[in-house]
């Protein structure tokens, strides 16, 4: 095994898994006080409605940005998506309220309410509210057959993907209370290979499914996009994202996207107060109402 280091890897506390595993201490690691083996509300807190029909509850993660992009995109098309975005700070356990949990059990970021219904739709998992949407304003997901299937082939690779990202390799390589070679190494395999799959898809085609941006790429940009631009988990150099020249000139060619920019921001609650909207309720607010707009306020 060249490069090993075989004695770190002899000198490492084996585990014996027991017969039955229990919940007795937190597992360490940046995320350890809001996991837990078990669903459903931990308080009573009701969720804040605006006043247009959508309602977005989320937090500016990968799959936060999703959901924002696609609204802004609309919006940037001309479509009828005015709405509401509410902060959810998970690291306080917003996630876990009453009023969260009754729009998503599975109490994960985000979650859409969409109030123009007969009955308020709720819509949860980050791919069907990009499927959802889509469907509703007719727009980045086509309609004729083999565009459409080579789309929604995408959307669920990034969705079947992303999890290798974010709570595999992010985990190991970012969150995990100490670092460990065999999960590092067995999760960055994987992230190359698939960063791999999508620089050769991108060689041949300007975008995912080909020559129309679609929810795929709006998918998988907050993703493997932020990976290749240097912003996701400091890992560019460790993972040589450079390599991947197609991903590298996909990823780049999205973020001068207005829509795209103005979706990054929202629900953001951390990096540069200007590039923080922490809630969106009017296009106004991307100029009057970012963090660094309201701090000095704040601090009077």
Not at 39 to 57: R, S
């Amino acid at each position: 095994m060249p490069g090993r280091n075989l004695n770190a890897m002899n000198d490492s506390t084996e585990y014996t898994p027991p017969e039955v595993w229990t919940w007795e201490k937190e597992s360490g690691g940046k995320f350890a006080s809001i996991n837990r083996p078990i669903a459903g509300a931990t308080h009573d807190k009701e969720l804040p409605v605006g006043e247009h029909p959508l309602q977005l509850y989320s937090l500016a993660t990968p799959n936060g940005v999703k959901a924002t992009v696609m609204l802004e995109e609309l919006l940037e098309k001309g479509c009828d998506a005015e709405y509401d975005a509410w902060l959810i700070d998970i690291n306080e356990g917003d996630q876990f309220g009453s009023g969260f949990v009754e729009v998503n059990p599975n109490s994960k970021i985000p979650a859409l309410l969409d109030r123009s219904t007969t009955t308020p739709t709720r819509v949860f998992e980050s791919g069907s509210i990009l499927v959802y949407l889509a469907g509703k304003f007719g727009e980045f997901l086509p309609q004729e057959h083999d565009a459409r299937t080579e789309t929604m082939n995408w959307l669920f690779w990034q969705m079947g993907s992303a999890p290798y990202l974010g709570g595999g390799f992010g985990h190991f390589y970012a969150y995990a209370p100490e670092k460990m070679e065999y999960p590092i190494d067995r999760f960055a395999m994987e992230i190359k290979r698939q960063l791999d799959v999508l620089d050769r898809n991108l060689a041949e085609r300007e975008y995912l499914a080909g020559d129309q941006y679609t929810i795929a790429d709006i998918a998988t940009w907050p993703w493997y996009g932020a990976l290749a631009r240097g912003l996701l988990y400091e890992a560019a150099t460790f993972l040589q994202v450079q390599e991947y020249k197609n991903v590298v000139r996909w990823a780049e060619q999205i973020a001068e996207r207005p829509g795209a920019r103005r979706g990054r921001m929202v629900n953001r609650s951390w990096g540069e107060p200007s590039s923080q909207l922490r809630e969106r309720h009017a296009a106004s607010d991307f100029e009057t109402r970012t963090q660094d707009k309201l701090e000095p306020a704040e601090n009077d």
